[in-house]
């Protein structure tokens, strides 16, 4: 082997060596930042996941995890509907009884009139 394949063999070597290291070293440093963070390789900081609804095109914002949109309003509406409900159901309910209970109560204050027809001429 001469000289100068021996002196490309050595740079390829060195240059595999590198890329792997390189590699490791910003595979270890995207590890370190939190869930809803992605590395930024320019700044070698983290950057929040929050900064991809601003800036959409920013590298690197597929790792984010989906954000998951609140649904806090429709719980609430599902609540206070169904409590809605209930009430209306539990006040009819009430009325209906009140009203049962009013009618059963109801006696004779006055004596039935005796009409005259044509069975008992005046």
Avoid at 22 to 32: Q, R
Avoid at 102 to 109: A, D, E, I, M, V
Wanted: charged share 15%.
């Amino acid at each position: 082997m001469d000289s100068g394949a021996m002196m490309r063999c050595i740079y390829w070597i060195t240059l595999l060596i590198a890329t792997l290291i390189n590699g490791i070293n910003a595979d270890k440093s995207s590890a370190l930042c939190p869930k809803y963070e992605f590395w930024n390789g320019d700044g070698a900081v983290c950057v929040p996941c929050s900064t991809c609804k601003q800036y959409p095109k920013t590298p690197s914002c597929d790792t984010c995890p989906p954000i998951e949109p609140s649904d806090s309003w429709r719980v609430a509406a599902i609540t206070s509907l169904s409590v809605l409900a209930a009430v209306i159901v539990f006040g009819a309910l009430l009325i209906g009884v009140l009203v049962h209970q009013c009618r059963s109560r109801r006696t004779l204050r006055e004596p039935i009139e005796e009409t005259t027809g044509p069975l008992y001429p005046v």
